[in-house]
T-cell receptor, first 113, second 114 residues
Framework: AQSVTQLGSHVSVSEGALVLLRCNYSSSVPPYLFWYVQYPNQGLQLLLKYTSAATLVKGINGFEAEFKKSETSFHLTKPSAHMSDAAEYFCAVSVDNFNKFYFGSGTKLNVKP | EPEVTQTPSHQVTQMGQEVILRCVPISNHLYFYWYRQILGQKVEFLVSFYNNEISEKSEIFDDQFSVERPDGSNFTLKIRSTKLEDSAMYFC????????????FGDGTRLSIL
């Protein structure tokens, strides 16, 4: 069975500080991994995806994530937080042909001035 | 950039009534999905739809739920007899094809059952 665990339902950083949002997955087959961002009252917007090419994936808004098979992790990072990064972030895994997504429980990022 | 659109943005319905949530996926996409997010909980898969039929559904998607693509552009989710616990945000998504394609999500419909 597939599952996604996001450690930390709330993360708070200062503006300009490093952002690290954790995601660990469980999958019996090679997964496809995604990060989405959700701003208040909006849908899910794709940040980046891992599809078995490069293990370090760059996304929009300066975010990147590294796939580490040995750690079954796909943590999201950004070197310098901006106030506009405040949102909820979801990690998702897909393994089957019809692309059903399993989502983590989300991490709310707060950016302090 | 093309996007998935959902209507209405907010639906308030009496318990026991039928409700239809509407979605217009991105036009060249072939796979369609519904997810729901109960307040404070994770986004949960409901159903996937491909080639005019359901390809997979979750335990949540019981006989009270149905999906339809009536006219080649709309993709609807119907709940026949709503319950209080159906109150949630419902997201429609679509993707091009294959198992490495990102899904594009609409802004959701907030369903409130009274």
């Amino acid at each position: 069975a597939q599952s996604v665990t996001q450690l930390g339902s709330h993360v708070s950083v200062s503006e300009g500080a490093l952002v690290l949002l954790r995601c660990n997955y469980s999958s019996s087959v090679p997964p496809y991994l995604f990060w989405y961002v959700q701003y208040p009252n909006q849908g899910l917007q794709l940040l980046l995806k891992y599809t078995s090419a490069a293990t370090l994936v760059k996304g929009i808004n300066g975010f990147e994530a590294e796939f580490k098979k040995s750690e079954t992790s796909f943590h999201l990072t950004k070197p310098s937080a901006h106030m506009s990064d405040a949102a909820e972030y979801f990690c998702a895994v897909s393994v089957d042909n019809f692309n059903k997504f399993y989502f983590g429980s989300g991490t709310k990022l707060n950016v302090k001035p | 950039e093309p996007e998935v659109t959902q209507t209405p943005s907010h639906q308030v319905t009496q318990m026991g009534q039928e409700v239809i949530l509407r979605c217009v996926p991105i036009s060249n996409h072939l796979y369609f999905y519904w997810y729901r997010q109960i307040l404070g909980q994770k986004v949960e898969f409901l159903v996937s739809f491909y080639n005019n039929e359901i390809s997979e559904k979750s335990e949540i998607f019981d006989d009270q739920f149905s999906v339809e693509r009536p006219d080649g552009s709309n993709f609807t989710l119907k709940i026949r007899s709503t319950k209080l616990e159906d109150s949630a945000m419902y997201f429609c998504a679509s993707s091009e094809q294959g198992n490495n394609q990102p899904q594009h999500f609409g802004d959701g419909t907030r369903l409130s059952i009274l």
